[in-house]
C-alpha cells in the first residue's frame, strides 16, 4: 500500500471508528488502517490470525495490543503468545457435527445417500473454492474414466465461473455446493486447496483429505493442512505434481488410508466463536 494510499486508509478509518468501543480485525490489506486508526482512537483491539503463517496485517496489528487469538500455534513473534481458539465455524457445520457425533457410522452413509450417491461405494468430494480450481477441474476432467472404472463415485463443485461437465451415474458436477456440511460428511476422500476455513471445516466433518496448496502466497496453506496429516487425516501434494496418472496411480491407496482414518470428526474448533466472544468481552473490560 503506497503512503499516500495508506494515509487516506487510516483517515477513512479513523472518521468510521467514531464512536467505537472495540476493534475485531482478522487480517488482509483492509485491516492494517483499521489498526492504526484504533490505536490513534485508543480503542482496545481484538486480533485473530485464522492461518498457520501470520500475514503483514496481523503482524502489524499485535504490536498494538495484548489481545491476541490465532487457529494454530504460532511459533514466533507477538502472536506466539496469543489465545489458540481455533477457528469460528458456520452454524451448520457445528449442527452437523453435533447430530453426526450421535452415530458418526450412520450419519456418513446417511449423507452419502441423501446426496443421491450409493453408500456401499467410496465418494470423493472436490471442489477448489467458489471460484474453483481450473488446474484441479482439469485433472479431474482428464482422469474422470479412470475413477468410474474403478467403481469411485465423484462430487464435484467446478466453481461459478467453470463450464460445468455433464453428470452421469457415477459422476455429480455443480457450479456450487449450498450444503458443504453434508459434502464433507459423506466423503470418503475430500480433495481441495488448503485454506484456513476449508482445513477447520474438513477437520470437524471430514474423514480424509488429500490437500493441493494454492502455489502463490506465502506457504500458509501448506502448513494449515500439516495438523490434519499429523493426524493421519490428510496428506498434501503440489500442485505441479497432482496430474490424472498420479490420481489414477495412488487411487486405491487414497481409499485405504481413508478406510483406516478415524471415523469421527474433530470438535477442536466447536466452541472457537465463544472463545473468540470471550476475548472481546475481557478487552471492553480492560484486561480486568
Known amino acids: 500500500m503506497a503512503p499516500f494510499s495508506l494515509i487516506r486508509s487510516?483517515?477513512?478509518?479513523?472518521?468510521?471508528?467514531?464512536?467505537?468501543?472495540?476493534?475485531?480485525?482478522?487480517?488482509?490489506?483492509?485491516?492494517?488502517?483499521?489498526y492504526i486508526a484504533a490505536l490513534l482512537r485508543r480503542i482496545p483491539i481484538v486480533i485473530h490470525e485464522a492461518n498457520a503463517r501470520p500475514g503483514i496485517a496481523n503482524k502489524l496489528g499485535a504490536l498494538f495490543t495484548q489481545y491476541l487469538a490465532t487457529t494454530y500455534d504460532i511459533s514466533s513473534g507477538r502472536l506466539s503468545h496469543a489465545l489458540i481458539a481455533g477457528l469460528p465455524l458456520k452454524?451448520?457445520?457445528?449442527?452437523?457435527?453435533?447430530?453426526?457425533?450421535?452415530?458418526?457410522?450412520?450419519?456418513?452413509?446417511?449423507?452419502?445417500?441423501?446426496?443421491?450417491?450409493?453408500?456401499n461405494l467410496p465418494l470423493i468430494f472436490v471442489f477448489g473454492g467458489s471460484q474453483g480450481s481450473v488446474a484441479i477441474n482439469s485433472v479431474i476432467e482428464k482422469g474422470r474414466s479412470a475413477l468410474g472404472s474403478q467403481k469411485i463415485q465423484v462430487l464435484h463443485s467446478?466453481?461459478?465461473?467453470?463450464?460445468?461437465?455433464?453428470?452421469?451415474?457415477?459422476?455429480?458436477?455443480?457450479?456450487?455446493?449450498?450444503d458443504m456440511a453434508t459434502a464433507y460428511l459423506a466423503a470418503d476422500i475430500i480433495?481441495?486447496?488448503?485454506?484456513?476455513?476449508?482445513?477447520?471445516?474438513?477437520?470437524?466433518?471430514?474423514?480424509?483429505?488429500?490437500?493441493?496448496?494454492?502455489?502463490?502466497?506465502?506457504?500458509?496453506?501448506?502448513?494449515?493442512?500439516?495438523?490434519l496429516v499429523d493426524q493421519g487425516r490428510a496428506e498434501v501434494i503440489a500442485q505441479k505434481d497432482f496430474t490424472a496418472s498420479w490420481l489414477e496411480q495412488n487411487l486405491n491407496r487414497l481409499i485405504e488410508f481413508s478406510k483406516n482414518a478415524p471415523i469421527e470428526g474433530s470438535e477442536q474448533d466447536i466452541v472457537a466463536a465463544s472463545k473468540i466472544a470471550a476475548l472481546m468481552e475481557f478487552a471492553l473490560s480492560g484486561g480486568k
Not at 15 to 22: I, P, R
Not at 166 to 174: E, G, K, L, R
Open 10 to 34: 487510516v483517515q477513512q478509518c479513523f472518521a468510521a471508528l467514531d464512536g467505537a468501543d472495540l476493534l475485531v480485525g482478522f487480517g488482509g490489506y483492509v485491516s492494517a488502517p483499521a
Open 91 to 119: 452454524e451448520n457445520i457445528v449442527s452437523t457435527f453435533e447430530k453426526a457425533k450421535i452415530n458418526w457410522i450412520s450419519a456418513r452413509a446417511g449423507a452419502k445417500k441423501s446426496l443421491g450417491f450409493n453408500e
Open 158 to 178: 467446478v466453481g461459478s465461473k467453470n463450464s460445468l461437465p455433464i453428470s452421469d451415474s457415477m459422476y455429480m458436477s455443480s457450479h456450487y455446493i449450498s
Open 191 to 227: 480433495i481441495s486447496r488448503s485454506g484456513a476455513v476449508s482445513c477447520a471445516e474438513i477437520n470437524t466433518l471430514g474423514k480424509y483429505a488429500l490437500f493441493i496448496p494454492l502455489p502463490v502466497g506465502n506457504g500458509e496453506q501448506e502448513l494449515n493442512a500439516q495438523p
